[in-house]
């Protein structure tokens, strides 16, 4: 399945976190929320019912910034999730009325996540529609799910990471659901030094 659990948690519940400590509100009010909606959703799915409430949760919590990026912590209970995080520099066509985008590079020990790349689009997409990830002399294919894309093909992760880490800038494409095209040009600059954080917070 291309939303494991994992990474759908991490992205629901810091997308919406991420989004109000921009705004300056109180993180660990922010987290907890999110966090129990999207445990609420899968479980439904699976069970058909409600399950109990989930623990409150703390963060995120900016440990370090690089560059364009910068690195975070999430942690509920003794679960800790931990980001590299950017938002595009550029955003084409100019107009268009989106949500902020976001590409987050995902660490949660817990669940055996280390380095997943997933980027929040900011606009609904159709299930299945494939974007790419252009860095220029490579390029990447990656798979909508409503607003976020994930690598359509696992196999290539450690060449899409040799390359976010040794490029300069990663250009990105995707259809919305209405037939918009939105292209994002993210800088790397710094996203070395913020991964090599994320490591050393999420051992």
Excluded at 81 to 107: E, N, V
Aim: proline content about 4%; overall charge positive; some cysteine.
């Amino acid at each position: 399945m291309i939303e494991s659990w994992g990474r759908l948690l991490a992205v629901a519940g810091f997308a919406v976190a991420f989004g109000a400590l921009q705004a300056g509100e109180a993180a660990a009010t922010t987290v907890a929320g999110p966090l129990k909606l999207a445990k609420v959703a899968r479980h439904k799915a699976h069970h058909g019912k409600k399950p109990a409430a989930a623990k409150p949760a703390s963060g995120p919590s900016l440990v370090g910034s690089y560059g364009d990026w910068n690195a975070y912590i999430g942690v509920e209970g003794k679960n800790k999730t931990c980001y590299a995080l950017s938002q595009p520099k550029k955003r084409l066509p100019d107009g268009l009325q989106r949500d902020p985008a976001y590409i987050f590079i995902t660490t949660q020990p817990k669940l055996n996540i280390r380095d997943d790349v997933s980027i929040v689009e900011g606009f609904h997409m159709r299930n299945g529609t494939t974007a790419t990830a252009d860095f220029g002399s490579t390029s990447f294919q990656f798979v909508g799910t409503e607003t976020t894309l994930w690598l359509k093909n696992p196999a290539q992760r450690a060449a899409l990471l040799a390359d976010l880490r040794n490029k300069h800038q990663l250009v990105v494409a995707a259809k919305s659901i209405k037939g918009h095209v939105t292209t994002d040009t993210y800088s790397l600059s710094g996203l070395r030094q913020a991964l090599e954080q994320v490591a050393k917070t999420c051992r």
